[in-house]
């Protein structure tokens, strides 16, 4: 805790001194319900990024390698997709247009953070006597959510064990509301801060994977550890070569 306290005020410093420089990051970000993000509330975000944002990016990482790794279909869909994106580290990098522009690695991303997401769940303090599902929680209890028991308990999705990142594109699943379902960032006005930079870092890595090697695991019966963060038990070892196209 006094590692955590020196580290807020360092940050709260930085952020207040940006302000003074750059009067830009004051008001230009809000909570879900319109509040303006306080300097402390801001620096919590950065710690919370600093804190855990290695040990979920890894997991989510780990995670991609396997289920597409898995799934050879499913990585010969991610190569057709993007073959024409012609990435080239010394002529032609990839670019946000061309992330928006891969809809099937934005799907393969969502599935696997649905079925394996990083961080099992969340933990959330009631500020009033609330009901749920006929059960009353008091004021004052702390609350866990599941986010995995979330999402395969949830009656958006069908067949909720299987790795399949084509319901993404189903009419079922366009014509279904999300909200409370999918849930791998958390939710609310504690959500994740860096959701958005670590969607574009999984989709870049999982580009530029597919499009780079060829892999095989070497244990395609793999156990997973859900808690405190996903990670295979044996730390998925694999065989990595160049990739015969690249």
């Known amino acids: 805790m006094k590692i955590r306290s020196q580290v807020m005020n360092h940050l709260v410093s930085i952020i207040a001194k940006y302000n ?12 879900r319900c319109g ?22 990016l890894a997991s989510a990482l780990s995670s991609i390698i396997l289920y597409v790794g898995s799934n050879r279909d499913v990585l010969n869909g991610l190569r057709e997709e993007t073959k024409y994106l012609q990435i080239d580290d010394q002529t032609r990098k990839l670019s946000i247009d061309d992330l928006i522009s891969s809809t099937y690695v ?9 079925l394996c997401p990083p961080s099992g769940g969340g933990f959330r303090k009631t500020t009033k006597t609330i009901e749920i599902g006929g059960y009353q929680i008091p004021k004052g209890w702390n609350v ?10 949830s009656p958006i ?7 399949d990142p084509s319901r993404w594109n189903s ?23 860096g959701k958005e930079t670590v969607k574009i870092i999984l989709e ?3 580009i530029e994977l597919v499009n780079g090697c060829d892999w095989v ?12 963060s996903a990670f295979a038990i044996d730390r998925l070892p694999i065989i990595v070569e160049k990739c015969i196209s690249a």
């Open 204 to 206: 870049t890595f999982l």
């Open 171 to 193: 009419k079922t699943m366009a014509g279904n509301d999300q909200h409370y379902h999918y849930l791998p960032f958390g939710e609310g006005s504690h959500v994740c801060a």
């Open 217 to 228: 695991l070497l244990n395609e019966n793999t156990q997973i550890k859900y808690t405190p």
């Open 144 to 153: 866990m959510f599941g986010i995995r028991e979330t999402h395969l308990t």
């Open 157 to 163: 999705f069908t067949n909720p064990n299987h790795f």
């Open 106 to 114: 934005h799907d393969v991303v969502r599935e696997t953070l649905r």
């Open 35 to 56: 509040d303006a993000v306080s300097d402390e509330e801001l620096a919590g975000m950065a710690f919370e990024l600093i804190a855990t944002g290695q040990e979920t």
């Open 20 to 31: 003074q420089e750059v009067d830009l990051s004051r008001g230009l970000i809000y909570t």
